[in-house]
């Protein structure tokens, strides 16, 4: 284990650490004394303190430390405006950005990339140039989907990776532990911060069997997705293990850990096996496959592993399945479908079939899929629903333009689209129904909640395999089932659809297709990031200012909330997600949902300096004019949501001091923190009804201890001064970041000594 093997063939000097990995997981085996299972295996190979840390599944927080980090574009920004802040030379650890959310679906992929380069114009450039700083391997727009890059070029078998993406798991099908995250985890791991997570249960699938005919992939996350539906996977890895696995694909099992994300898994894993090392290897990448063969024990659960709960399916029994509409767990078989559809009043006519995206698109779904467009093609027969491609990266677009696949598509009706998410994340303008209009579309993306795909609430939108796809797409109607139902070839004639075949590998090899990738350069001095001043999309952060060193006396109550106080109603999503890269701007909607206690409304407060009524952002800029600190007080659970990390940011901008509640959603408790915040309970929470929103309060700081809580000083607007006591759950190291302003602050302190 002692070799020096590159993670990827990029980067000249980060090197895969099975050696560390082995001995960390000796220290914990020597602890735990019971047999691990894969998903385990690889959390504890990366922790921080294997010797220290408590280790209960489901119960302790991990503090690990991730190989890799990855950014989409709309995510980047913020992560890397507060990276910058930090004031480091550099990224700690491996980190790349990747250019695929801001791609708007119109005519297809050269127009439609052209005019995104032209409208993102300052969101490219500063990511293009923050990278090139702060050594960032930076993926340009064209050069396709993230998770189809990292599968292609960085993932490796018992890697730990953290994206700032829900589907960033997608990375499982080569045995790596990929987990979707928010932006300020992945800056905590760009800043070399040890990134925490709650021990996840292990949820495994057994697979027995083999995949054939028409059932792909595909078909084993639509039905776990059945099985455990969208909640079923919270704060679970899910472990796929058994014969079965090893009759599918490296990419195939991508699309199976990919889709977990629907269930609410962490993750999902498969086990290190030959048909990863066949794609490693057909990636250029047999060094690393060799190298994880000689670690192969350790990259599989060992004998006797216990899981918390396991399911079993056989996949010679598998039927394919659609998923739908609306929710990717309502699955049926194809064999039952049209009877649902039917009961349900879903539209007959299918409008738009739709494969790609980041779950299904590669070499062996664009090659099963073409030879079923082909045969329609042999039969004298197109699709008959508009036909969109996605490829999910420009090396599998370069591959099937060479081998005849999207000449096929296209034969059959079908437009290729830009490398990039596109209809998926709902960058698509749909033309060819209204708003409002119920109508029907297929594809073979992950995701299908309401208006997701194309902001109309009325299209049912369903799941699939990509095989699916194109077989309904033929036949036009939801009704159809290609492995019963015969079409009419164009003389009228009968015919059933042959079942899909195709190669998992290019027997040509990859074609690399135009160099998209911007390696950081070797002179990163002299680079300078580009912000426009004047621009209202980004904006530079500067460090939050440290400590004053005292107490806090005589701060108004911006808001007492009462009730919900979700992220949403902390820092709505929607219109304001285009200033996500501007702080100063997405301010204008910090708490512009929480409910005063004082008037039962939203967004109305009274500024306590001059007794006016006005909006929560307005009154907080004024007493941050007026060098006024102020605090919050909260109800329950305050922060639930997202683990979005502005609704932290965006209070300490406007000069809030501490968030005071019943209890904390537990993420943006830990978020309130790094950015120099203090999140305090009421050691009572019956205390919460004796604060008025009139009252001032001191917060005595000085008294900031572990374990100890301090004293809030209510001085009522008519009546007797009296103290509450406030606990807190800093610790040390935490503590210093309240002290040196946030987290970051902290972390270039340490850098500088
Ligand atoms: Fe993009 Fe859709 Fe995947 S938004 S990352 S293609 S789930």
Redesign the pocket.
Known sequence: LDKKVRQNNWEENNFINYKKMSENLAIVRARLNRPLTFAEKILYSHLDDPHGQDIERGVSYLKLRPDRVAC?DATAQMAILQFMSAGMPSVANPTTVHC??LIEAQIGGPKDLERAVNINKEVYDFLASACAKYNIGFWKPGSG???QILLENYAFPGGLLIGT?S?TPNAGGLGMAAIGVGGADAVDVMADLPWELKAPKVIGVKLTGQLSGWTAPKDIILKVAGILTVKGGTGAIVEYHGSGVDTISATGMATVCNMGAEIGATTSLFPFNDRMYDYLNATKRKDIGDFARSYAKELRADEGAEYDQLIEINLSELEPHINGPFTPDLATPISKFAEAAKANGWPEELKVGLIG???NSSYEDMSRGASIARDALNHGIKAKSAFFVTPGSEQTRATVARDGQLKTFEEFGGVVLANA?GP??GQWDRRDVKKGEANSIISS???NFTGRNDGNPATHSFVTSPDLVVAMSIAGSLHFNPLTDKLKDKDGNEFLLAPPTGDGLPSAGYDPGQDTYQAPPKDRASVTVQVSPSSDRLQILSPFSAWDGKDATDCPILIKAQGKTTTDHISMAGPWLKYRGHLDNISNNCLIGAINAANGEANKIKNQTDGTWGAVPAVARDYKAKGIKWVVIGDWNYGEGSSREHAALEPRHLGGLAIITRSFARIHETNLKKQGMLPLTFSDPADYDKVQPDDKVDILCTELEVGKPITMRVHPKNGETFDIKLSHTFNAGQLEWFKNGSALNTMAKKAKN
């Open positions: 989409q695929d959310h989907i993230i998770h993406d589907h995206s980041c779950t998410c998926c994340i993306y992950n995701r």
